[in-house]
């Protein structure tokens, strides 16, 4: 009794053919291994912030080179930097400033991934205590990674050479507050094979936003990648703001490039003719059941 039953789900077309396409599939995909990734070099960091203004006349800013601390760790590179300005007066207004800057590429939080962090950001606020007049407010900010050369590696048995697709998924935002429709932000990686880049993304701002990043390209075991990722923020103020006793003027900009970069096995033409066979033999078993039906 048990073996009719089981003869008649097999008989079934819908039952028989996801147990065919599943064993396929299965079968398809068997040869096809994760690669993996090993961190040859760090690389270099950048940073350079300059923003300076007037208030009531006074001048008021802050400059920073080469302030990056290296925090890296086995397989990751972490350098920052970040500064919370206490208030300062400046003639009859009070002024705070600060900034914040942020690289992490990290090849060991996920296996086969390597997370990418790229932030960038800085706030200039003055509050006035009397009538008083800001401007010529400028800010430059730069922070950029260079160098960092990572290796694909096969972590099960993949011989130098297999193919490889390396993909990455990631966003890019903007924000900026204070003296809208003013300044720029700009955010940019590149991925190199020697003198050659496979895949790029660069935008530029003019106000808040954010955008999808999508990159993908063939590679093979035992290539050696550059990364490069860089933001820069730029922003000169116009007309001069009056602010009255108790006003204030917050400018604050921010970029952030963040992501994960993959990388997987290219299924072998064997894989492939398997799954068109699936295919065919699928195709098959539909017809004779619609004319047994």
């Known amino acids: 009794m048990m073996k009719m039953a089981t003869r008649a789900l097999l008989k079934a077309p819908t039952l028989r053919t996801v147990a065919l396409a599943l064993g396929l599939a299965l079968a398809a995909q068997a040869p096809v291994q994760a690669a993996g990734w090993s961190l040859l070099s760090p690389g270099y960091g950048v940073d350079f912030l300059d923003q300076s203004g007037q208030v009531g006349g006074q001048a008021a800013g802050t400059g920073v080179l080469g302030a990056l601390q290296d925090l890296s760790a086995p397989g990751q590179v972490l350098l920052a930097d970040s500064v919370a300005g206490q208030p300062e007066a400046v003639g009859s207004a009070s002024v705070e400033q600060g900034h914040s800057l942020l690289v992490s590429v990290d090849t060991q939080l996920t296996p086969g991934t390597v997370d990418v962090m790229l932030s960038a950001a800085q706030y200039w606020n003055v509050a006035a205590t009397q009538g008083t007049e800001v401007s010529g407010f400028n800010l430059t900010q730069d922070l950029a990674l260079g160098g960092l050369r990572l290796l694909i590696v096969g972590d099960a048995g993949e011989a130098v050479g297999t193919r490889v697709r390396v993909s990455f998924s990631g966003s890019a935002d903007a924000l900026f507050g204070g003296l809208a429709g003013q300044g720029e932000i700009g955010l940019s990686l590149d991925i190199s094979r020697g003198a050659d880049s496979l895949a790029r993304h660069d935008s530029l701002w003019s106000d808040s936003g954010s955008q999808q990043i999508q990159l993908s390209f063939e590679a093979v075991v035992g290539d050696e990648l550059v990364l490069t990722l860089a933001a820069h923020q730029q922003l000169t103020q116009g007309a001069p703001v009056w602010l009255g006793a108790g006003q204030g003027l917050a400018i604050d900009r921010s970029g952030l490039l963040q992501g994960q970069l993959t ?23 539909l017809r004779r059941r619609a004319r047994q039906g």
Request: net charge negative; aromatic share 0%.
């Open 263 to 285: 990388v997987a096995a290219v299924p072998e033409p064997q894989s492939l003719a398997m799954l068109l066979a699936g295919a065919v033999v699928i195709g098959g078993v």
